[in-house]
């Protein structure tokens, strides 16, 4: 079993349409986030939720719309989408804040290619 | 603004022999850092990390060293295998649970 599965990992999509990411993991943690990896290999931080409450919101565009049905679950909306977006999309999970001594477990990555 | 740098883009080195990966921070209220290993088309896994009061943490092939006054640190790996070559990514984590990584070192194992 995945521990934390996202899906689909390949996207491909044109400028303007609005797509999803679907992120699950299966280890009980309560701390989820979503990372991009852009096209010069950094590794940024998006967003983070503890118990399916926002936590860290980085200057992310507000096209940018994450959404924490609950805690095993978090999903990425994408809105009008740009060729800037174009990155590969990780999600993570880790115990519960104040816990956490840094281990994070990523998914595979979803990678969106925006035409 | 990059708060974690790794200037070494790649590094090769013998089987058999050491591999030390380098890392240089800014923030100096960083509580913990990390380093990730990650393969092609996975995800990043969690290597070893090492608190901010510590200047060494070990893990089998792995050791940590952190110079706080240099802000730097490193990752030896000894002895270096084939299944070793990977990207490496430092990473470090401030007191809100923010974890920051580097641009990452593409190490190769040579035979």
């Known amino acids: 079993d995945t521990a934390v599965s996202q899906t689909p990992k390949y996207l491909v999509t044109q400028m303007g349409n609005d797509k999803s990411i679907k992120c699950e993991q299966n280890?009980?943690?309560?701390?989820m986030y979503w990372y991009k990896q852009d096209s010069k290999k950094f590794l940024k931080i998006m967003f983070s939720?503890?118990?399916?409450?926002?936590?860290i919101n980085e200057t992310v565009p507000n096209r940018f719309s994450p959404k924490s049905p609950d805690k095993a679950h978090l999903n990425l909306h994408i809105n009008s989408l740009e060729l800037g977006d174009s990155a590969v999309y990780f999600c993570a999970s880790s115990r519960r804040l104040g816990t956490n001594t840094g281990e994070l477990f990523f998914g595979e990555g979803s990678r969106l290619t925006v035409l | 603004d990059q708060q974690v740098k790794q200037n070494s883009p790649s590094l090769s080195v013998q089987e058999g022999r050491i591999s030390i990966l380098n890392c240089d921070y800014t923030?100096?209220?960083?509580?913990?850092f990390l380093w990730y290993k990650k393969y092609p088309a996975e995800g990043p896994t969690f290597l070893i990390s090492?608190?901010?009061?510590?200047d060494k943490n070990e893990d089998g092939r792995f050791t940590v060293f952190l110079n706080k006054s240099a802000k730097h640190l490193s990752l030896h790996i000894v002895p270096s295998q084939p299944g070793d070559s990977a990207v490496y990514f430092c990473?470090?984590?401030?007191?809100?649970?923010?974890?920051?990584f580097g641009k990452g070192t593409r190490l190769h194992i040579l035979p």
């Open positions: 280890l009980g943690h309560d701390t």
């Open positions: 939720y503890n118990n399916k409450e926002l936590i």
């Open positions: 090492i608190s901010s009061i510590k």
């Open positions: 923030n100096s209220m960083f509580d913990y």
């Open positions: 990473a470090s984590m401030n007191r809100d649970d923010k974890i920051i």
